[in-house]
């Protein structure tokens, strides 16, 4: 058995991030946090005084998503099931609210920046939004972004790496 003894770096590969469907997955899901993010932003502010002290939790859920949309653009897979368990949450809060806040469209309520019936609204659309970034986690986690690939450069002189 002879020896072989390596002069190079290794080159560690992750062969499903350079697939088109990995690709349109990651940018998917990035889309999906922050069009979530930005629709839960809308209705926190049209709603802030009828919210009754939820202000607190639901920005530090608008910056989650931000921070998890920008971890899902540099590749890490591994916040993809909170980012579902996440959106079922929320769509779990938003599905008890659609009919709370139609409820608070009738007089004797205060008045919101924005109406109770558009709040109502947004909320149903966030609850479809939730539900679509929730399959599309599970999706993206089944393609395993993380899978990696170690390459030797003298054992494959004519080996190019991807994306070059």
């Not at 202000?55 to 910056?63: M, N, R, S």
């Not at 998890?68 to 540099?74: N, T």
Request: proline fraction near 4%; hydrophobic fraction near 60%.
């Amino acid at each position: 058995m002879t020896k072989v003894t390596h002069k190079g770096e290794v080159i560690i590969e992750h062969p499903n991030r350079a697939k088109s469907a990995s690709k349109v997955s990651r940018a998917v899901m990035v889309i999906l946090l922050l069009l979530s993010a930005g629709l839960m932003a809308v209705i926190v502010f049209g709603g802030w005084d009828a919210l009754m002290g939820m202000q607190v939790i639901a920005l530090a859920w608008i910056a989650f998503y931000v921070f998890f949309a920008f971890l899902v653009a540099r590749w890490r897979r591994g916040v993809l099931p909170v980012i579902a368990a996440l959106a079922l949450i929320m769509l779990i809060f938003a599905l008890i609210a659609v009919p709370t806040w139609v409820d608070r469209d009738s007089a004797g309520y205060a008045a919101t920046p924005l109406g109770a019936g558009v709040l109502a609204t947004l909320a149903a659309v966030l609850v479809a939004l939730q539900a679509v970034l929730c399959i599309a986690a599970g999706q993206a986690f089944n393609q395993e972004w993380n899978v990696e690939v170690e390459h030797w450069p003298e054992e494959e002189p004519d080996f190019v790496p991807l994306g070059v």
